[in-house]
């Protein structure tokens, strides 16, 4: 990986598909993440492994991760929701694990059938797992505290809640801490409190990543405030692919075009070619055509003048 | 006026309107302010003072103006293109006139047909007019630097240029000076550096006042950045009515419902009730079946267990 000053993981292969409606064709899903490696995304969150019976977009896995693993330069990143998934990755040859915990017990309840607490249980052998692993070739653990901003069954979550998973994911074994706006509930002045509370639990140089959904308007926003109190790693989707089905409009993740324009424009480099990218919006969604897409900057044009950092350098 | 953290003017009638193929009936645009103003809003620019031959949604100028101003604790705004309009506002009982200045040459030229010396000279005129009045009923005169952030003629705007102009309308007798992102270019490090530079020269405590459009999707975020740097007084319309033509799908000035979404989930009071306000949206517009409506609040609805400003007071 280039040096960049920001980076950014596109995670609409997992986060946006899993929204989608139709399937979509293996082959499409192996040209689009070629697409975005080549104009420059480091990392792409490619697939989650999930039962198929449970979520059938991701019965081809395996194939999609293998593709992934073979693009030079491209940091492939994974979803697992279990011990099982965890399993399957590593043996599939994951270089990168995403694990959510979820920080509210209602949606955690909700969404594997695990309080917390059993979830993080589950996170320690999957990290006893991982360092199982030979050396060289030892996968990365991201453990990503969800519902970190507010959950939409319980609520509001605690902010002491939020670190003390993060302590215990990382005495756990995590290499790494993500904060996720799972709902789409975040506000700026909140994502810098909790930013700076939870490193400084765990450490200002312990690795942390930001996740936030744009359901109210606010992810650019959170993103900036996010950036200002020093985190430099930032999940989003190309197209803001995977808006919530209650909301129509108001767009899923944040759109990963407008994100890398806010940077790029900022003359912050994220060493992604927007011209690029934004052509791979406008082909990678041809085999869905009821994939609901947002943004701005991809219908607007860039300003007249505007200057990347990758040309202003 | 109400102690608010931050003052939002909804430009909408104004802003928005120019921008809507249908006249909207002045019974109808009554309603609208009148139901804004109820819901808290503390100032709204209510029309433009230009030849109704120009643009005919304003052919009610005076009309629209003597309502707002019949309505007790909300500051009307009109905006001034020239002298003549000024005349117009000030015979017609204005008490706050805003008036544009292009810091673009392109812009001004294509705009008034004057160079933006002219139109500062023309501005110096207005102040006069207005320096005129009996001091117990004397309006206030923002000077709006349009075009500060970029232009789609011109391209790249000078900064030295934007202080220059600022400093200009103050000496002219500007009681406040309003930097304006006319077509959407700005990103939130040159919001920060351009507020903190023609602050710096125009006195720290001299009213300015923020107008961003979001046709890149960087409203809020520009938004969040300018009340970083000190910034309490900003524009926004309701729905964000008014989108680039150009752009279907950009919206056009940053979105009003969500702009108080942020800032009253950050803990920061607009005086506002966001409830009345998404009411406001749902029956304003009826009357303008044509009118294409952007935002997020309105339609994924609040956090579960959100506290605005008023009630966590």
Known sequence: MNAVDVVITEVGPRDGLQNTKSFMPTAAKKAWISAEAAAGVPAIEVCSFVPA???????????????????????????????????????AGAHRVMVPISVSEAHSMSNVRKTT???????????????????????????????????????????????????????????????????????????????????????????????????????????????E?????????????????????ASGNVVTEDLVFMFESMGVNTGIDLGKLIEVRRTAFAPLPDAELYGHISKAGLPKGFQPWSQAA
């Open 229 to 249: 109190v020093g985190v430099r790693n930032f999940d989003s989707t190309l197209g803001g692919l995977g808006g919530c089905p209650f909301a129509p409009g």
């Open 117 to 227: 607490a059993q979830a993080i249980e589950e996170f320690a052998r999957m990290a006893d797992l991982v360092k199982a692993q030979a050396r060289d070739r030892r996968a990365q653990l991201v453990g990503a505290c969800s519902t970190a901003f507010g959950c939409s069954l319980q609520g509001v979550v605690a902010e002491a809640d939020v670190v003390r998973v993060a302590l215990a994911l990382r005495a756990a074994g995590a290499d790494s801490i993500s904060l996720a706006d799972t709902v789409g509930y975040a506000n700026p002045e909140q994502v810098k409190r909790l930013f700076r509370k939870v490193r400084e639990a765990i450490g200002a140089d312990f690795p942390i990543e930001a996740h936030f959904h744009n359901t109210r308007g606010l992810g650019l926003a959170n993103a900036l405030a996010a950036y």
């Open 53 to 91: 019976k449970l979520i059938p977009q991701f019965v081809d896995a395996e194939e999609v991760l293998a593709h992934a693993n073979s693009l030079r330069g491209l940091t492939p990143v994974v979803l697992v929701p279990n011990f099982k998934g965890c399993e399957r990755a590593l043996a």
